[in-house]
C-alpha cells in the first residue's frame, strides 16, 4: 500500500499570465492548469488564491488611487468594497474542469454566497483582526475606506463543494484540473460616488495560486472512484408585490438548506449602492427614484409541488412587526440554513445589529461597533435539521415560495436563491469525470 512521505509546497501561475486582470479591459478571466501526476495528489484545502488589488480613479486619473474620507487631504474620491465580502467581491464564477475540458463543478455568484455566509460566521472580533488578513474584510466602513485607498494584497482561501470536502484530489484519476476565475464587473464590485462620477475600476496583478501536495512513494494509478460533497447552485427571481409567489425548478436530488437573501433590483450593478447588502426587503420613495424604507416580511410560506414542505404551516412575523421586535424565528431559520444553530461560535449578528438593542447613545464616533445600518437577514428553511447529511428531492417537484410583506407593489427586490444540495462526481479509470447527484 503507497504511503505518504512527505508535503510538496507549490505555486501555479495562470496560463494566460498578464500584468493585469481587468474587466475593464476586457480580460476578467484568469486560468489555471495541473498536469497529471502519478505521485502526488493535491490538498484542496491549502489552496490559496494570491495577487494585489487596485482601486483606481477613471477618466483621464486612472493612475491615481481612491482617496476616501480625504485622508490626503486633495479632495476627497469615494471608491471602496464591500467592507465584510472586500476582496472576494472580485470573485463572479469559480469553474472546475479537468483537461479535457468536462465540467466538475462551478460556483456562480461566487461572491454573493460569501456576503450570506462570512458575516453569519464571522464575529467583530474576528473582522478586526484574521478576516482582514485573509480576506481584506474589515469590522466597519471606515476602516475598508481607508485600505481601499492603497493596494492590496490578498491570500484567499478558495470555496466550493470540492474544494472544501477535505479529500485529496488524484489529479491521474481527474485527468489533470483546469480552474478558472472569471471577475465581476466594477459597477458591481466598486461603492461609492467618485467611482459613480468617472466610472472607476479596479485592477488585479501579481497573481498566483499556492497549496500542497501530498507525495507518495509509489505512482497512484488512475481508479474509479465516486467523490461526493454539498455545493452551493443558485437562482433568482423578483418580488414585487405585498404577496407574491415564486416557482423554480430546481431539478436537485437532495437539497439540505435553501437560503434567500433580498436585495432592491436597481441597486446591483450600481456604483451608487451596495451590492452584496443582506438587508431586509426595500420600498422605494413617492416619486420611485430611491429605496428609502424597509418592507418588513409579515409571513412566509415554503412549497413544495404545492404542498408546504417542510415545515407544515406558515411562518407568521406579524407580531413581532406589529409591535416592532425582532425577527426572532425568521432570522434563527436563515442562520440555521447556513450551518445548526446550536453550532455557531462566533457570529456578526447582534441585537444592535438587527435593530432590536438600542445603540450607544453617546459619541458613536469613539465607540467600536459594527455599522448598525447593515443587518444580515433574510428568508430561509434548513431541509436537514437533523444534521444527518441527507436532502429533500427536487427533482421532479417544484420548489415555491409565497411571500407576505409590506411591499408597496412599485418597487422590484431580486431574490438570491441558494440552494446546498448534495452532488457528486464520477470518475472514471481513464480520467473522464461526470457530474452526478
Not at 435539521?385 to 409590506?406: C, F, H, I, N, P
Not at 440552494?419 to 464520477?426: F, H, P, R, V
Given at each position: 500500500?503507497?504511503?505518504?512521505?512527505?508535503?510538496?509546497?507549490?505555486?501555479?501561475?495562470?496560463?494566460?499570465?498578464?500584468?493585469?486582470?481587468?474587466?475593464?479591459?476586457?480580460?476578467?478571466?484568469?486560468?489555471?492548469?495541473?498536469?497529471?501526476?502519478?505521485?502526488?495528489?493535491?490538498?484542496?484545502?491549502?489552496?490559496?488564491?494570491?495577487?494585489?488589488?487596485?482601486?483606481?480613479?477613471?477618466?483621464?486619473?486612472?493612475?491615481?488611487?481612491?482617496?476616501?474620507?480625504?485622508?490626503?487631504?486633495?479632495?476627497?474620491?469615494?471608491?471602496?468594497?464591500?467592507?465584510?465580502?472586500?476582496?472576494?467581491?472580485?470573485?463572479?464564477?469559480?469553474?472546475?474542469?479537468?483537461?479535457?475540458?468536462?465540467?466538475?463543478?462551478?460556483?456562480?455568484?461566487?461572491?454573493?454566497?460569501?456576503?450570506i455566509i462570512s458575516p453569519l460566521q464571522t464575529s467583530y472580533d474576528q473582522f478586526?483582526?484574521?478576516?482582514?488578513?485573509?480576506?481584506?474584510?474589515?469590522?466597519?466602513?471606515?476602516?475598508?475606506?481607508?485600505?481601499?485607498?492603497?493596494?492590496?494584497?490578498?491570500?484567499?482561501?478558495?470555496?466550493?463543494?470540492?474544494?472544501?470536502?477535505?479529500?485529496?484530489?488524484?489529479?491521474?484519476?481527474?485527468?489533470?484540473?483546469?480552474?478558472?476565475?472569471?471577475?465581476?464587473?466594477?459597477?458591481?464590485?466598486?461603492?461609492?460616488?467618485?467611482?459613480?462620477?468617472?466610472?472607476?475600476?479596479?485592477?488585479?496583478?501579481?497573481?498566483?495560486?499556492?497549496?500542497?501536495?501530498?507525495?507518495?512513494?509509489?505512482?497512484?494509478?488512475?481508479?474509479?472512484?465516486?467523490?461526493?460533497?454539498?455545493?452551493?447552485?443558485?437562482?433568482?427571481?423578483?418580488?414585487?408585490?405585498?404577496?407574491?409567489?415564486?416557482?423554480?425548478?430546481?431539478?436537485?436530488?437532495?437539497?439540505?438548506?435553501?437560503?434567500?437573501?433580498?436585495?432592491?433590483?436597481?441597486?446591483?450593478?450600481?456604483?451608487?449602492?451596495?451590492?452584496?447588502?443582506?438587508?431586509?426587503?426595500?420600498?422605494?420613495?413617492?416619486?420611485?427614484?430611491?429605496?428609502?424604507?424597509?418592507?418588513?416580511?409579515?409571513?412566509?410560506?415554503?412549497?413544495?409541488?404545492?404542498?408546504?414542505?417542510?415545515?407544515?404551516?406558515?411562518?407568521?412575523?406579524?407580531?413581532?412587526?406589529?409591535?416592532?421586535?425582532?425577527?426572532?424565528?425568521?432570522?434563527?431559520?436563515?442562520?440555521?440554513?447556513?450551518?445548526?444553530?446550536?453550532?455557531y461560535t462566533n457570529s456578526l449578528v447582534s441585537p444592535v445589529l438587527q435593530g432590536?438593542?438600542?445603540?450607544?447613545?453617546?459619541?458613536?464616533?469613539?465607540?467600536?461597533?459594527?455599522?448598525?445600518?447593515?443587518?444580515?437577514?433574510?428568508?430561509?428553511?434548513?431541509?436537514?435539521?437533523?444534521?444527518?447529511?441527507?436532502?429533500?428531492?427536487?427533482?421532479?417537484?417544484?420548489?415555491?415560495?409565497?411571500?407576505?410583506?409590506?411591499?408597496?407593489?412599485?418597487?422590484?427586490?431580486?431574490?438570491?436563491?441558494?440552494?446546498?444540495?448534495?452532488?457528486?462526481?464520477?470518475?472514471?479509470?481513464?480520467?473522464?469525470?461526470?457530474?452526478?447527484?
Open positions: 500500500m503507497s504511503k505518504i512521505i512527505g508535503i510538496e509546497k507549490f505555486i501555479n501561475f495562470p496560463i494566460n499570465r498578464v500584468n493585469n486582470y481587468s474587466f475593464k479591459n476586457n480580460n476578467p478571466l484568469i486560468q489555471f492548469r495541473f498536469e497529471s501526476q502519478s505521485t502526488k495528489k493535491i490538498d484542496p484545502t491549502s489552496l490559496r488564491l494570491h495577487g494585489v488589488l487596485r482601486l483606481q480613479q477613471g477618466g483621464v486619473n486612472q493612475d491615481k488611487r481612491p482617496n476616501n474620507l480625504d485622508t490626503n487631504g486633495s479632495g476627497a474620491y469615494a471608491s471602496r468594497l464591500n467592507d465584510r465580502v472586500a476582496v472576494s467581491s472580485i470573485i463572479d464564477i469559480l469553474r472546475l474542469r479537468n483537461n479535457q475540458a468536462e465540467m466538475i463543478e462551478e460556483v456562480k455568484q461566487y461572491s454573493q454566497v460569501l456576503s478586526k483582526t484574521w478576516s482582514q488578513n485573509k480576506f481584506g474584510s474589515t469590522a466597519n466602513i471606515d476602516a475598508q475606506k481607508v485600505i481601499c485607498n492603497q493596494d492590496m494584497e490578498f491570500s484567499l482561501p478558495l470555496r466550493s463543494g470540492l474544494l472544501m470536502n477535505g479529500q485529496l484530489l488524484n489529479l491521474s484519476s481527474l485527468g489533470g484540473l483546469q480552474m478558472s476565475i472569471l471577475l465581476n464587473n466594477d459597477q458591481q464590485v466598486l461603492q461609492g460616488g467618485g467611482a459613480a462620477g468617472d466610472n472607476g475600476s479596479y485592477v488585479v496583478s501579481d497573481v498566483f495560486l499556492s497549496g500542497d501536495y501530498y507525495v507518495f512513494d509509489s505512482p497512484q494509478p488512475p481508479v474509479a472512484s465516486v467523490i461526493q460533497y454539498p455545493a452551493f447552485n443558485n437562482f433568482s427571481s423578483v418580488l414585487n408585490s405585498g404577496d407574491d409567489s415564486s416557482s423554480l425548478q430546481l431539478a436537485q436530488r437532495s437539497v439540505r438548506s435553501i437560503t434567500i437573501k433580498s436585495i432592491p433590483s436597481s441597486h446591483l450593478n450600481n456604483y451608487n449602492q451596495d451590492g452584496f447588502s443582506t438587508g431586509k426587503l426595500q420600498n422605494t420613495n413617492a416619486g420611485g427614484t430611491a429605496y428609502d424604507s424597509d418592507a418588513d416580511v409579515l409571513e412566509y410560506t415554503f412549497l413544495r409541488g404545492s404542498v408546504k414542505y417542510p415545515k407544515q404551516y406558515t411562518t407568521n412575523e406579524r407580531q413581532a412587526h406589529n409591535s416592532d421586535r425582532y425577527e426572532g424565528k425568521k432570522n434563527r431559520d436563515f442562520m440555521n440554513s447556513v450551518r445548526p444553530f446550536y453550532s432590536a438593542l438600542a445603540h450607544f447613545t453617546g459619541d458613536t464616533k469613539k465607540v467600536d461597533v459594527a455599522a448598525i445600518d447593515k443587518p444580515i437577514t433574510g428568508l430561509a428553511v434548513n431541509l436537514d435539521d437533523m444534521a444527518t447529511g441527507q436532502g429533500a428531492d427536487y427533482m421532479s417537484q417544484v420548489y415555491s415560495l409565497r411571500v407576505v410583506s409590506e411591499n408597496d407593489g412599485k418597487s422590484p427586490n431580486n431574490l438570491l436563491t441558494f440552494t446546498l444540495s448534495n452532488q457528486g462526481l464520477a470518475v472514471k479509470a481513464q480520467g473522464q469525470v461526470q457530474p452526478i447527484q
